[in-house]
C-alpha cells in the first residue's frame, strides 16, 4: 500500500482496517474493540500484553486511544508480523507498541502488565492463562476475545465442521473454568464476538 505522507492517523488506520476486511485477515470487531480502548482509558492502564498482532490493528487503536499505553503484542505468521511491524510504523508507534515475531505457547518474558489481552489461539487460552498469568500486576486484568465464537458454544449443535467441535469444546472448558477461578471476578460480556474480563482479585494477608 503506498501512502501519502498528508494522510492522517486515522486515515491510515481506516486503511489498515480496510486492507485487513479485504484480505480476510481476522481483526477484532469494532464493538469489542471499542469497549476495549474505553476500558484501557478508564482503568488507566498502562502496559498491556497481546497475544494475536494479526496486522496490528487492535494494537494500534488501542495505542491510539490511549496515549500512555505501552503494548507488546506476539504473532507466529511471518507475512502477518512484517506487515504489522510496517504499519505501526507507518501511525508513528514504534516507540509504543512492541511486535514480537514468536509462538506465543513458547514465548518467556519477565516484563509485568496491566493487562494481558488474549486474541490468539482459541484452543490454547488456557495454556496462554498460565503461561501468562506470572506476567499480571496484582489487580490486573485477563481479557479475551471470542468467547462468544459465533454462538457456537451456546449451540453447540449448529457445528458443522468436525474440526471446530473440538476447539469449540476447549473454549468451552476454558470460559467455565476461568468464571469459577476464585483468584478473579469474571464478567462475560455479550459484544462483538463475546469479551470475558478476569479481574485479578488482590490477595490480603488473612
Ligand atoms: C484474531 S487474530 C488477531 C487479531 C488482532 N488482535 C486484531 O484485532 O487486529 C489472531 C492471530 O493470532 C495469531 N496466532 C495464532 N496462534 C498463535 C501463536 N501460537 N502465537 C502467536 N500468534 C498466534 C494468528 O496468526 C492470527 O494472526
Not at 503506498?2 to 491510515?12: G, K, L, S
Not at 495454556?127 to 486484568?141: D, H, I, M, S, V
Not at 476454558?174 to 485479578?200: E, H, Q
Request: proline share 3%.
Amino acid at each position: 500500500m503506498v501512502y501519502n505522507t498528508d494522510m492522517t492517523r486515522e486515515q491510515i488506520i481506516a486503511e489498515i482496517k480496510e486492507k485487513a476486511l479485504r484480505e480476510r485477515v481476522p481483526i477484532m470487531e469494532d464493538e469489542g474493540l471499542d469497549y476495549l480502548c474505553d476500558f484501557l482509558q478508564k482503568h488507566q492502564i498502562r502496559t498491556l500484553l497481546e497475544v494475536g498482532t494479526a496486522v496490528g490493528y487492535s494494537s494500534i487503536m488501542m495505542a491510539h486511544h490511549n496515549p500512555q499505553l505501552k503494548i507488546m503484542t506476539l504473532e507466529q505468521d511471518e507475512e502477518r508480523y512484517r506487515q504489522a511491524r510496517d504499519n505501526i510504523e507507518k501511525c508513528g508507534f514504534s516507540d509504543r507498541i512492541n511486535a514480537i515475531l514468536t509462538n506465543a505457547r513458547e514465548y518467556e518474558t519477565d516484563e509485568k502488565f496491566d493487562v494481558i489481552f488474549l486474541d490468539g489461539p482459541k484452543a490454547h487460552n488456557q495454556r496462554l492463562f498460565e503461561r501468562f498469568e506470572k506476567n499480571l500486576n496484582p489487580a490486573g486484568y485477563f481479557i479475551i476475545d471470542d468467547v462468544w465464537f459465533h454462538g457456537f458454544i451456546e449451540h453447540p449443535e449448529l457445528i458443522r465442521s468436525r474440526r471446530l467441535k473440538p476447539l469449540v469444546e476447549k473454549l468451552d472448558e476454558f470460559v467455565k473454568k476461568m468464571m469459577s477461578n476464585p483468584d478473579y471476578r469474571c464478567t462475560y460480556l455479550k459484544i462483538g464476538d463475546g469479551v470475558l474480563v478476569a479481574a485479578r482479585k488482590e490477595k490480603t494477608n488473612e
